[in-house]
């Protein structure tokens, strides 16, 4: 991700999050720590080629912070349209390779209690629930499910992406 995919980011996010959304400025300041030698963060967005009336289109993007030997998924979504095609597991994917990169030894990330779909692409990479924060995703009051990786190099050895 760029900064000149924030714009269509945020037409997505706030179509998908519309309670929760982040903001331009999250965005920003996140891909400021994207960059050079000392980048903790890693971006990534999913596009689809354009027609002859437009360019590529962003239907999907994720983020992933390090601090030390602890990964962070920050966010992942895939446009309704695209949802069951295998994106956000692709999208996973490229997360859980910077995580290695980052040479964590551990993701954890937060997904809302009612998002099973999440919760279920998770579980297929190795995340197991250690927990719950109350309250997490406001101002809907919706609390979160804390999940854990442990060994993100191991949930994509052998994985490639196509495209």
């Keep these: 991700m760029r900064w000149w995919d924030i714009e269509p980011v945020l037409e997505l ?15 920003w300041s996140d891909l400021a720590h994207a960059r050079g030698p000392g ?3 890693r971006y ?16 999907g993007y994720g983020g ?4 030390g030997d602890v990964g962070d ?12 095609t295998g994106l956000g597991a692709q999208l996973l994917t490229e997360l859980l390779r910077a995580a290695t990169a ?3 030894a551990e993701v954890m990330l937060e997904c809302r209690v009612d998002n099973i779909r999440a919760q279920k692409l998770y579980e297929r990479f190795g995340f197991e629930a250690i927990g719950f924060r109350r309250g997490y995703y406001q101002p809907g009051n ?3 499910l804390v999940m854990r990786l442990n060994d993100p190099s191991t949930s994509v050895q052998g994985t490639e992406i196509n495209g």
């Excluded at 998924?73 to 069951?84: F, K, L, N, P």
Aim: proline share 2%.
């Design 13 to 27: 996010e706030k179509d998908l999050f519309p309670e929760d959304a982040w903001s331009r400025g999250m965005f």
């Design 39 to 41: 980048a903790t963060r």
């Design 44 to 59: 990534v967005v999913a596009e689809i080629a354009g027609d002859a009336a437009g360019g590529a289109r962003i239907v």
């Design 64 to 67: 992933l912070a390090a601090a």
């Design 73 to 84: 998924v920050q966010t992942i979504a895939v446009s309704r349209e695209h949802w069951g």
């Design 102 to 104: 980052f040479e964590c």
């Design 142 to 144: 919706v609390d979160a």
